[in-house]
C-alpha cells in the first residue's frame, strides 16, 4: 500500500500540463506618421532585412528644411537686436542718472523760473520713458525668441519624424507607397525586435500558484528559462486563463510553435 502511495505521489510531481506557443518577436511595433506630407521613399525590398541608420521611409521635409533655416536666420538677427538695444538703453541710463541730477539741482534754484523747472522735469520723464520703452523693446525680442526657439524644435521635430528610422529592428511590413500623401496617425509601416523572442502562454489556475519558479521544459528540453512576466488578471479572452510570458534568446526562426511544460523539480 505504502509502495503504491509513493508511486502515485512520484507520478503526480512529474506529471505537467502541457501548453504551446509560437517563438514570437520580443517587440513588434506598429509605426504611424507623426506628420502629413508626401511619401518620397518606402523601399519594399527592405521588408525582412536588419534596418540601419539610414530611413527606410522618407516624407517630403523640404518646406520644413527651409523654414527651420529662416528660423535660424532670424532668431540670430534679433538676438543682434537686443545686443545693440542693451547698448542704447546702458546710454540712456547714463543720460537719465545726469537728467535726474540736473532736474535736482534746478528743483532747488529760486532763481530758475517755473517754466524752467517744468521743462526740465518734462527732459527727465521724456529720459525715463525712453529707457523704459527701450527695456520693454528688448523684453519683446525676448519673448519672440522664446516663441521662435519653440517653432525651431518643432520643426527640427518634424524634420524627424519625416526621416523614419528603426536601427537594429527588422522592417516586418511596409504600409506606404511612394507617391502617396500621409497624414497624422496614418499607419507606415510594422518593425519587429528580434534581439529577443518570447512565448505567450495562458496558464490555468493551479499552474499560476509560483509559477515564476517553476521549471520550464521547451520540446521536452529541460531549460534555464523562467517565466518572465505572469499576469494574476484572468484574460478576457481566454475565460479562467492568465497570460505568462517567457524571454527566450533570438531563434534562428521566429513563428515555430512548442510545447511548454512548467515542472516542480
Known amino acids: 500500500m505504502k509502495f503504491f502511495i509513493v508511486i502515485m505521489l512520484m507520478s503526480s510531481f512529474s506529471f505537467a500540463k502541457v501548453y504551446y506557443a509560437k517563438v514570437e518577436p520580443f517587440e513588434l511595433r506598429a ?3 507623426n506628420v502629413s506630407g508626401l511619401v518620397l521613399q518606402a523601399d519594399e525590398d527592405l521588408i525582412g532585412t536588419t534596418l540601419s541608420s539610414k530611413p527606410y521611409i522618407l516624407i517630403d521635409s523640404e518646406v520644413d528644411a527651409k523654414e527651420l533655416k529662416y528660423v535660424k536666420d532670424k532668431l540670430e538677427y534679433m538676438r543682434e537686436i537686443i545686443k545693440v538695444n542693451e547698448s542704447i538703453l546702458e546710454n540712456l541710463a547714463k543720460n537719465l542718472a545726469k537728467k535726474r541730477e540736473n532736474y535736482k539741482k534746478v528743483e ?4 530758475k523760473s517755473s517754466v524752467e523747472k517744468d521743462r526740465e522735469f518734462s527732459e527727465l520723464i521724456s529720459s525715463e520713458n525712453l529707457y523704459l520703452n527701450t527695456q520693454k523693446e528688448i523684453n519683446n525680442l525676448k519673448i519672440q525668441i522664446t516663441d521662435m526657439k519653440l517653432r525651431e524644435v518643432q520643426l527640427q521635430r518634424s ?4 526621416n523614419l528610422k528603426a536601427k537594429g529592428f ?3 511590413e ?3 507607397k511612394p507617391g502617396q500623401v500621409v497624414g497624422i496617425s496614418t499607419p507606415l509601416a510594422k518593425v519587429a525586435d528580434v534581439s529577443r523572442a ?3 502562454i495562458f496558464l490555468d489556475e493551479k499552474d499560476l500558484l509560483n509559477a515564476e519558479q517553476k521549471t520550464l521544459y521547451i520540446d521536452g528540453k529541460k531549460t534555464s528559462y523562467k517565466i518572465s512576466r505572469v499576469l494574476n488578471i484572468a484574460d478576457s479572452k481566454n475565460i479562467s486563463k492568465y497570460m505568462a510570458q517567457i524571454i527566450l534568446k533570438s531563434p534562428k526562426i521566429f513563428s515555430k510553435l512548442v510545447k511548454v511544460e512548467l515542472k516542480n523539480d
Open 108 to 111: 532747488s534754484l529760486k532763481f
Open 170 to 172: 527588422v522592417l516586418y
Open 174 to 176: 511596409m504600409l506606404v
Open 159 to 162: 524634420i524627424k519624424d519625416k
Open 31 to 33: 509605426i504611424s506618421s
Open 198 to 200: 518570447k512565448l505567450t
